[in-house]
């Protein structure tokens, strides 16, 4: 069955806060293969710690229809207003920004705004999910 097309423009509520430590981003870089030193900001990718537990609300929920083991992560893109530093506090706001039913596949694009302890936006992450619903 396809997802509810009522989905696109539902917001999800805001992730617990994630501290990010100086073993999370060496831990993230080496995971990664990313070159890092103490002291540099986090590789671009690392927000991406934060919008997955965002995105796992999303296919969690079960008024939502996702079934986890159909879902293709299609695409994935970071927009940063400033790099991610150890001491950060960070919450992740999914919002489904567009959902579209191509033979019987859903394409789910989703928006996280990634934010500080104050508010401020530091990256917005973007992704494209490909959902196909079982029998």
């Given at each position: ?45 690392f927000p991406i710690v934060v919008a997955f537990a965002a995105m796992q609300s ?78």
């Amino acid at each position: 069955m396809a997802v509810d097309a009522s989905l696109a423009g539902r917001t999800f509520p805001p992730t617990p806060a994630y501290d990010v430590t100086e073993r999370s981003v060496s831990d993230f870089a080496a995971a990664t293969g990313t070159p890092y030193s103490p002291g540099d900001p986090a590789p671009a990718t690392f927000p991406i710690v934060v919008a997955f537990a965002a995105m796992q609300s999303l296919m969690k929920d079960p008024n939502v229809g996702i079934q986890l083991h159909n879902v293709v992560h299609g695409q994935q893109k970071f927009v940063h207003e400033r790099p991610v530093a150890v001491g950060d506090r960070l919450t992740a706001t999914l919002t489904v920004s567009g959902l579209r039913q191509i033979a019987g596949t859903d394409i789910i694009t989703t928006s996280s705004a990634i934010t500080d302890d104050s508010g401020a936006l530091v990256c917005t992450a973007e992704a494209t999910l490909v959902h196909k619903a079982g029998a």
